[in-house]
């Protein structure tokens, strides 16, 4: 191996409970990610490849939250493994959809479902990686913007900060030119409220904002629900427009809990 060679940063992509989306928005990078595997070894990607170069790696990619004891066992490890420490998505980031048991009694859904509940060794609550362990960047979404993971892998070979927008969503439908559906049409929108990446989608189709993001910087979420009642939506209604993809980041768990309490 080259001098240059061992000098590559080493990345290791990890999966635990989630849908993979976030690892395929990697390779689906496409012409950058040719220029990002030139710049990098990456030492540990399943997805992508039989090699599974060992540890310690300069930077993990984490996608998928906590769901069970193995996955709780396993982050402590890839945290030790890892120089730099990235949760991808909002499985990793916020629990994911997969967080709705949170409200729930999961050993009831697993009655319900599996023929064999005995098999079935989970954890009461879907968890975010960062109440595990210490996570040095989140990158948000549903799935990750794509080319917001390749920035994120640039700027830290570059030594930079990556140019990750924090701003919400409303950003970018302005920049669309999309009439704002939710004062137009009064749909029940969280644009307001949801960091930008993905060009505002949902709104440029005339669906309201599902949140797909999580929490912008500096969220005023209890507002936005009290703008939602006034428009006619019931408690029922915004409890279950906070609870979508990014239910578990405390600024949409927090509105929702104190609307399911009235």
């Not at 799935?143 to 920035?151: A, H, S, T």
């Not at 669309?176 to 989608?201: D, E, K, M, S, Y």
Request: with cysteine; net charge positive; glycine share 8%.
């Amino acid at each position: 191996m080259s001098s240059d060679a061992k000098k590559k940063p080493k990345i290791a992509v990890f999966k635990l409970a989630s849908c993979d989306g976030c690892q395929l928005s990697l390779l689906d990078a496409e012409e950058a990610l040719l220029d990002v595997v030139g710049a990098v070894d990456l030492a540990y990607f399943p997805e992508a490849s039989r090699n599974m170069g060992k540890g310690p790696y300069d930077i993990g990619l984490v996608e998928g939250s906590i769901t069970t004891h193995h996955d709780a066992e396993r982050i402590q490890h890839i945290r030790r493994q890892c120089r730099m420490l990235v949760t991808i998505g909002a499985c990793a980031t916020a629990g994911g959809i997969q967080a709705l048991r949170n409200w729930k009694d999961v050993n009831e859904f697993v009655r319900y479902v599996y023929a064999s509940p005995d098999y079935i060794h989970t954890l009461k609550m879907s968890t975010p990686v960062a109440e595990h362990v210490p996570v040095d960047f989140e990158l948000r979404g549903c799935p990750i913007n794509k080319l917001q993971l390749v920035e994120l892998i640039s700027a830290t070979i570059a030594g930079r900060r990556p140019n990750i927008p924090t701003y919400s969503v409303c950003l970018e439908c302005k920049r669309r030119g999309n009439v704002c559906i939710a004062v137009a049409q009064g749909a029940a929108c969280v644009g307001p409220l949801t960091q930008a990446g993905c060009g505002a989608i949902c709104p440029a189709f005339g669906r309201g904002c599902y949140g797909c993001y999580g929490p912008m910087e500096s969220p005023n979420a209890a507002s936005l629900a009290d703008w939602f009642e006034q428009t006619g939506k019931s408690n029922a209604e915004i409890v279950r427009t906070f609870r979508l993809f990014n239910a578990w980041s405390w600024q949409f768990r927090q509105v929702s809990e104190e609307r399911e309490r009235k």
